[in-house]
């Protein structure tokens, strides 16, 4: 019988591992375990993990981590606006985490090429759990005059196992950094955790 793992190409594979290392970064650094890589032309090129322990702020998630290393990097370069908006388009994103409605909305405006995720995130997903902003038919997340975002390719499941073992070994370790609250009035704990924990539980091991 072919493994879920099957059905995923050994590169995927490969850079959903590289975010998978940035993840147990993270859990070293007692931040919820959740890490992503920017990948151009089949290299990994930024890469990200929760901070938002660490920095005190609950939207250092790991994707916005890896996009501001990205776009300070090419902002040293000189690139221009029309130029970085090129290279993101080329861009692909492999995270632990289905990316929350922020994450997604930002990653939706930049115009993210494609997302590989691990898990979902079942109560802020932003790439079809709740909103589906990887959509480009989705309803407008942003009116009143702003860009909305252009929409990307998506594909979850890939090393779920592996990113919600990570996810449940912070939580079994009773960390005192999940009662940082949120920018939206949760517990940050609240945006992965829980709704993943109970569907690990009621599978059958
Ligand atoms: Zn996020």
């Known amino acids: 019988m072919a493994s879920p793992k099957d059905e995923f190409s050994s590169i995927t594979l490969a850079f959903m591992d590289l975010a998978i290392q940035q993840a147990k970064l993270a859990l070293d650094n007692l931040e919820v375990p959740v890490g ?9 090129i930024s890469s990200g993990r929760n901070r938002t322990t660490e920095t005190r702020n609950a939207t250092r998630h790991a994707e916005m981590e890896a996009i501001d290393t990205l776009l300070e990097k090419w902002q040293k370069k000189g690139l221009s606006k029309l130029e970085i908006a090129e290279n993101f388009s080329k861009c692909t994103l492999y995270v632990t985490c289905e990316p ?13 090429k494609e997302v ?23 309803n407008p997340f942003i009116s009143g005059g702003v860009p909305q975002g ?33 920018c939206n009035g949760y517990q940050y704990l609240e945006f992965i955790h829980i709704p993943n924990l109970k569907n690990l539980e009621a599978t059958p091991v």
Do not use: T, W
């Open 100 to 112: 929350c409605i922020m994450c997604a909305a930002a990653l939706s405006i930049l115009g993210i």
């Open 36 to 44: 992503c890589v920017i990948v151009e032309d089949g290299e990994a």
């Open 116 to 138: 590989f995720y691990g898990c979902a995130n079942d109560k802020f997903g932003g790439c079809g759990s709740i909103l589906s902003l990887h959509s480009s038919n989705s």
């Open 150 to 182: 252009k929409g990307f390719k998506c594909n979850g499941g890939i090393m779920a196992s592996e990113a919600i073992s990570l996810l449940r070994s912070f939580y079994e370790q009773g960390n005192p950094n999940d009662l940082i609250p949120c």
